[in-house]
């Protein structure tokens, strides 16, 4: 196999390219600079011989792409008739006269105090967009109250299975281990003092009042606020939130309400359910590992735990749920059209959830410590 | 059922398609498939919607398994071949999607330098100038640094030609070329395939159901029949209409005009 080569001769007007041998890539491509060098000068004319040319490919192509900019540049004109007629065309196609003038890209870049300013609108506009979010949402609801929004009740109970007894496992295993982690840490402090059945105590007080909530919203933020922002962002991209919008249906009503109202029913009822599987998991560390009964684990539990806190419990998870869907919906609806988009509306949804829930628990802890409960 | 075509005069062929059965699961799309698409032909796969077509494009490009027969690239058939004889034939296809299918993360230079990278040793600089040639090449020059997501539809799919030619395939594949394209970029774009056809003599495969593109480039064809599950005819199209006793394949190139059947 030849390989490639390239010779200059000086003609009577200008100059002769021979092109032979194979232009096949993989080698490198060579450079220009040179190859015209003294040979041909401006106003005289560079024409080509390809009689021993073998195959060729891109990367001959760029290589003559490279000499006619050359020629371009310096004013030499280009004959290229004794080009293969392939060559030719597509030289021709993807010569400067074909493609789009003025092309520019992203700009020049802006002074720094307005760049400052820039992100501080964007962020004030991320506000008010949350803010019309959340009272679309909320007006939704209202309307479901006078039983006028539009929406399928079969998205209600699909959405309902979906976030309730498909979660039921992971909820089970993490409370489970959190019930048991409380009691293995309660128990360290406590055996010293001879006071181990204040592990039931400590875990029943803990996960009823507040961790088997927390632990209920982090899951379901990472379980379920991820998927509904990745299924509206999918919509988003596939134009379908648009589709509902031109057939006069709220996107908000239609698709947000039925994953709210799931999540606000299903969340307490998976949080009860938590607090139920972290008091056995004490159970297990208080029954197995502390030589204590089950009875008395069991009698101890019941005598510390209040039904306030029971419900204390309770109404952080319906907060939860709430704060769980509306940031996995509002990441969904403001997915931009691309796959990558998608991917940033999951995670984005996921790290809002997490992040409400770590402050509506400050603020519902401190309420309840303002009001004595 | 069918005949390979025999009608062409020392032509080599590219693809041979014998027996092929197609299915998703136990559901058979179509059976009995044999035809064969010669070096340096466009070759058209048509039929309705929903028949098979780009089934049929994915069982070519090595994407899918045949349930039953063999597709022979040179005589060597893929799925017989080990991973090293299945990448290299991998690397003579280009394919360009149906809705362009480039990388939304990656800019139009980096999307037709992937392939590129891959696939040889030249530095980076050489890759840039390959890149650019390619996309000047679609009419793209200029938008290197783009991201897929700026740009047209029609713009895109260019930008997936560019890609589907970075390595100089021997074969490319075209999934739906003209869809959604506005009647004069579809044009062009048929242009761009004769051209790259002529100009390298490569082999170009296109599904579509587009009958200004279908008579414009096609030199070869195959017509899939969903209720007999299995091809029909083959051909040049422009022969078919004229002599294809078939009357729902005429009628599928005379836009219902002709027999009506159905």
Not at chain 1, 35 to 41: D, H, K, Q, R, S
Not at chain 1, 185 to 207: E, H, P, R, S
């Amino acid at each position: 196999m030849a390989t490639s080569e390239f010779k200059i001769d000086k003609t009577q007007d200008g100059a002769l390219l021979a092109l032979a041998g194979e232009w096949k890539l993989g080698s490198a491509i060579p450079a220009p600079d040179g190859v015209l060098a003294g040979a041909v000068v401006k106003g005289q004319r560079l024409a080509f011989e390809t009689g021993n040319l073998g195959e060729w490919d891109s990367r001959l192509l760029v290589f003559l792409a490279k000499i006619f900019e050359v020629c371009r540049r310096d004013g030499i004109d280009v004959d290229d008739s004794g080009l293969p007629a392939g060559v030719r065309k597509l030289m021709h196609l993807a010569s400067p006269e074909n493609q789009r003038s003025g092309v520019t890209h992203g700009g020049a870049r802006q002074p720094f105090l307005v760049r400052v300013a820039d992100s501080a609108l964007g962020q004030f506009k991320g506000f008010r967009e949350v803010v019309d979010f959340i009272g679309a949402a909320m007006l939704a609801f209202l309307k479901m109250l006078r039983g006028k929004a539009d929406f399928r009740r079969l998205d209600l109970i699909v959405t309902i299975q979906e976030t309730g007894a498909q979660a039921l496992p992971i909820v089970t295993l993490i409370s489970l281990l959190v019930g048991m982690i409380l009691a293995f840490v309660a128990a360290i402090q406590l055996k010293m003092f001879g006071a181990q059945i204040y592990v039931a105590d400590v875990v029943g007080i803990g996960m009823v009042r507040v961790m088997g909530a927390i632990m209920t919203g982090i899951i379901m933020s990472g379980r379920t606020g991820a998927a509904f922002a990745a299924q509206l962002g999918t919509m988003q991209v596939n134009e379908e939130i648009d589709a509902l919008e031109t057939l006069g249906l709220s996107p908000v009503e239609f698709l947000v309400l039925p994953r709210m109202l799931a999540l606000m029913v299903m969340m307490p009822l998976l949080c009860v359910y938590a607090d139920l599987m972290g008091v056995l998991g004490g159970m297990i560390v208080g029954v197995g590992m502390l030589d204590l009964g089950v009875a008395e684990y069991y009698q101890q539990s019941k005598a510390a735990v209040h039904l306030t806190y029971f419900w204390i419990g309770l109404f952080h998870s319906f907060v939860f749920g709430i704060l769980v869907a509306i940031s996995g919906c509002l990441r969904g609806m403001q997915c931009e059209r691309s796959a990558s988009a998608v991917g940033y509306a999951a995670t984005s949804a996921v790290v809002t959830g997490i992040v409400c829930i770590v402050v509506a628990t400050l603020i519902i802890t401190l309420s309840c410590q303002v009001l004595g409960i | 059922m069918s005949e390979p075509m025999e009608d062409k005069s020392g032509k080599e062929p590219a693809i041979v398609v014998k027996g092929l059965e197609m299915s998703y699961g136990s559901f058979v799309l179509m059976r009995d498939l044999n035809f064969t698409i010669d070096r340096g032909d466009i070759f058209i796969i048509m039929g309705g919607s929903g028949c098979g077509k780009s089934t049929l494009l994915k069982h070519l490009v090595g994407l899918k398994r045949p349930a039953k027969g063999q597709i022979l690239y040179d005589d060597v058939s893929y799925w017989d071949a080990g991973p090293e004889v299945q990448e290299s034939l991998k690397r003579r296809f280009g394919i360009l999607f149906q809705s362009g299918a480039l990388w939304s993360s990656m800019t139009l230079a980096e999307n037709v330098a992937m392939p590129l990278e891959q696939y040889t040793s030249l530095p980076p600089a050489q890759i840039r100038e390959l890149v650019s040639f390619k996309l000047a090449l679609v009419g793209l020059g200029g938008f290197e640094e783009f991201y897929p997501s700026e740009i047209s539809g029609g713009m895109k799919k260019r930008a997936g030609l560019a890609r589907a030619m970075a390595l100089d395939p021997d074969i490319l594949f075209f999934d739906e070329p003209s869809a959604g394209l506005d009647p004069i970029s579809a044009r062009l774009l048929d242009d761009l395939i004769i051209e790259l056809s002529e100009s390298r003599g490569t082999t170009v495969v296109v599904v579509t159901h587009e009958l200004a593109s279908i008579f414009a480039i096609g030199t070869n064809s195959v017509f899939l029949d969903p209720d007999v599950k299995t091809m029909t005819a083959a051909g040049d199209p422009k022969r078919l209409l004229k002599e294809s006793p078939d009357p729902k394949v005429v009628n599928f190139l005379t836009r219902g005009e002709g027999a009506r059947q159905q």
